[in-house]
């Protein structure tokens, strides 16, 4: 690594390495900030246009940017492909979401990568993965759940499946998965010295995330109907309820001793305190802590249970959870302007992440990172290569 380059490598667990992040929506920029925010230099590469069809945002609030040097190329102009291998050879990953087949079509994919960077990591986010029927297909994360079972098992018993926001398939099947494939094939290499390509597909990380209950199916204590379990709103000690004011609380105290603070501090009646696990009695229960929750505020009933193991907690707006106190004695929220974000997680105890700021747009001094001089810069940005 050249003086220059040691110049830019930050702090975080991630510090040295070098990361390439094909711009995209959803997982991958995600997976970006995450990575940047842990450490590693991001460098995304846009195309020259790059308007979004929605979602566009001011600079300050655009997190699918924010912590990464920016350079915008003609991937169309041989130049740029030729750019991009340069890149690759200082890079330790790749990540991209495109379609299969498109990275290769801009002569971009692994073989040529790697050709170049035997030690490369490739990891390739996409919803349906790199082969199958359904692999050229569009969908978006309620497409991937509805194929994987997972959406089906979510919403109350006599209603339709509920959209869990983008969380599970997006973000929890995709970007987590992507980022601890990445991960581990980097751990890897350094034993083996070799790259390898990582097919991250966010129908594989939702059906994994849901591994459990193909077990609790499987052993019997699942029934493939929703609303209908112990974790899916079925039980009445696992749900939420509406208070006096119109807002929620939610209620999960499955083991019977925070079963039993709760039915001591509602009150719930002895009837139903002693037959926790009687399903024969769990239309009433329900009934019952419903009527008694509508006859109070939901912050009066967050008082009342909170220094206790009942597992009641008010269920807070995006604007409250920063203001709870318990998030706010963890600092799990940073304010800056009028942006308030979630701090980066996992937290480390040596080599701590950081939270980071708007994109940079510096051709220059994004690519040096990178081993790429700045005279070089300046031409291919004379010849239309590089836009600034």
Not at 167 to 181: E, H
Not at 303 to 320: K, S
């Amino acid at each position: 690594m050249s003086a220059d380059m040691e110049a830019e490598v930050k702090t975080g667990p991630l510090a040295g390495f070098r990361i390439i992040e094909m711009a995209g929506l959803g997982p991958v920029p995600l997976a970006g900030l995450i990575l940047s925010e842990m450490g590693a230099t991001v460098l995304r590469v846009e195309r020259a246009s790059t308007a979004r069809a929605f979602l566009t945002l001011p600079p300050e609030y655009d997190l699918d940017r924010h912590g990464r040097s920016i350079v915008k190329l003609d991937l169309k102009r041989p130049e740029a492909v030729e750019l991009m291998l340069k890149l690759v050879e200082n890079a330790d990953a790749l990540i991209e979401g495109f379609r299969p087949g498109v990275m290769e079509r801009l002569r971009l994919g692994p073989d040529e990568a790697m050709e170049r960077n035997p030690r490369l990591v490739y990891g390739r986010m996409t919803g349906f993965g790199q082969d199958g029927p359904l692999a050229q297909r569009a969908g978006h994360d309620l497409t991937y759940l509805a194929l994987s079972g997972v959406l089906h098992a979510i919403g109350p018993r006599d209603g339709k499946p509920v959209p869990p926001l983008n969380l599970v398939a997006d973000y929890g099947g995709g970007t987590m998965f992507l980022i601890a494939g990445v991960l581990a094939a980097l751990l890897e290499r350094s034993r083996s010295g070799k790259g390898q390509v990582v097919d991250a597909a966010m129908i594989d990380g939702a059906s994994m995330l849901a591994a459990p209950f193909f077990g609790f199916m499987a052993s019997g204590i699942w029934q493939d109907r929703r609303g209908a379990n112990l974790l899916d709103s079925g039980a009445p000690f696992y749900d939420t309820y509406e208070t006096s004011d119109g807002k929620h609380v939610a209620v999960a105290c499955l083991e019977p001793q925070f079963f039993a603070e709760f039915a001591r501090l509602l009150p719930l009646d002895d009837s139903f305190a002693k037959a926790q696990f009687d399903q024969s009695k769990w239309p009433e229960m329900r009934s019952a802590i419903a009527e008694r929750f509508k006859t109070g505020t939901r912050d009066n009933w967050a008082a009342l249970f909170e220094d206790t193991d009942a597992c009641v907690a008010p269920v807070l707006g995006l604007t409250e959870a920063p203001r709870h106190p318990h998030n706010s004695a963890r600092k799990t929220h940073r304010t800056t302007g009028k942006l308030t974000r979630p701090e980066p997680a996992p937290r480390f105890s040596r080599t701590g992440s950081s939270v980071s700021g708007p994109a940079s747009y510096d051709p220059a001094a994004a690519l040096s990172a990178f081993g790429i001089d700045e005279s070089d810069v300046e031409r291919l940005a004379s010849e239309g290569v590089i836009h600034r």
